[in-house]
């Protein structure tokens, strides 16, 4: 299945997102509105089931001046191992990290307890009853993670504040390794992190990421 890939880390204006989109909404299965919310989605990767059709938009994409290329399939990444931050030599020669942030919100079931009485006014007594309501209560918790890559190896760790992140990198003095754009904030000593509402969404970054860097093209 074709993908087309965003090839850098540039910002997409909403004027250009738009342009984006019209063009994507020429497939005749898809209305502007499902085209904007498709590539404001995709997380760099943008599939399109036709290998014709996404050569066509690939093309019109860069005429567009959104550049891009095209994979027939996606390289797989390597499973994480886990990585300890108070101890940088555990990770082997790595050139790629990246650093972002995930804001998870998980659905509960609370239930109150409350007690109500049913009165007999034959007999003037009121009998007390429990009675259990529930309500759905909503938790966001926020993660902080590192993800660092060779072409064969995959380490994550993951922080309650970026300040671990950043000392971990800073321990490392590694000027060969490729920074995202998280982790090149975090150096540069501000947290303008990449943000997911969803783990689904940040696997599928860290998956353009991995292609960018791997991928030979």
Not at 5 to 15: K, P, T
Not at 57 to 64: A, G, K, M, N, P
Not at 69 to 97: G, H, Q, T, V, W
Not at 166 to 186: I, M, Q, Y
Request: aromatic share 8%; proline share 4%; glycine share 4%.
């Amino acid at each position: 299945m074709p993908y087309i890939i965003q090839a850098d880390e540039q910002d997409i204006s909403n004027e250009l997102l738009q342009q984006l989109a019209a063009v994507l909404a020429e497939l005749p299965e898809l209305i502007l509105a499902d085209a904007i919310h498709r590539i404001h989605n995709c997380h760099g990767l943008l599939v399109v089931e036709d290998k014709t059709q996404a050569l066509h938009i690939s093309q019109r994409f860069t005429e567009l001046g959104f550049k891009n290329f095209i994979l027939d399939n996606l390289l797989a990444l390597p499973k994480p191992e886990r990585l300890n931050l108070e101890k940088p030599e555990a990770a082997e020669k790595f050139d790629l990290a990246m650093a972002a942030r995930v804001q998870i919100t998980e659905q509960s079931t609370d239930h109150e307890y409350r007690m109500t009485g049913i009165g007999l006014a034959a007999v003037g007594l009121g009998i007390p009853r429990l009675r259990i309501e529930e309500k759905t209560v909503e938790h966001t918790d926020t993660h902080f993670f590192l993800d660092l890559f060779t072409s064969e190896s995959h380490w994550r760790a993951q922080a309650d504040v970026t300040l671990r992140i950043k000392t971990f990198l800073e321990k490392l003095n590694n000027p060969t390794v490729h920074l995202d754009r998280g982790a090149d904030s975090l150096m540069k000593g501000e947290t303008n992190l990449p943000t997911f509402r969803k783990a689904a969404d940040y696997e599928r970054y860290l998956s353009w990421q991995y292609q960018l860097r791997y991928v030979k093209r």
